[in-house]
């Protein structure tokens, strides 16, 4: 069995994973502080229960799709280059 080794020129280039992975937890980190600060919006701006659940709403389909982008669509384009 032939064993092969990784050399330099060979290795993968990882800078694009790097910036993919900070990305996602930028992306993530900004949806953890908008969500520890839905109360203090609810109380500034006397927003109801209904109107808080629509803001939560919109916020969950905003992280499902930011979420679907950094977890499907960027790392295939990582690995068709």
């Given at each position: 069995?032939?064993?092969?080794?990784?050399?330099?020129?060979?290795?993968?280039?990882?800078?694009?994973?790097?910036?993919?992975?900070?990305?996602?937890?930028?992306?993530?980190?900004g949806?953890?502080?908008?969500?520890?600060?839905?109360?203090e919006?609810?109380?500034e701006?006397?927003?109801?229960?209904?109107?808080?659940?629509?803001?939560?709403?919109?916020?969950?389909?905003?992280?499902?799709?930011a979420?679907?982008?950094?977890?499907?669509?960027?790392?295939?384009?990582?690995?068709?280059?």
């Open positions: 069995m032939q064993t092969t080794t990784i050399t330099p020129a060979t290795a993968p280039d990882m800078k694009l994973f790097y910036v993919y992975f900070a990305g996602f937890i930028a992306t993530s980190l949806f953890i502080f908008r969500a520890l600060l839905l109360p919006g609810e109380k701006f006397n927003l109801n229960q209904t109107k808080l659940g629509a803001i939560v709403c919109v916020d969950c389909g905003l992280f499902r799709s979420l679907l982008k950094w977890v499907i669509i960027f790392p295939i384009t990582i690995l068709v280059k």
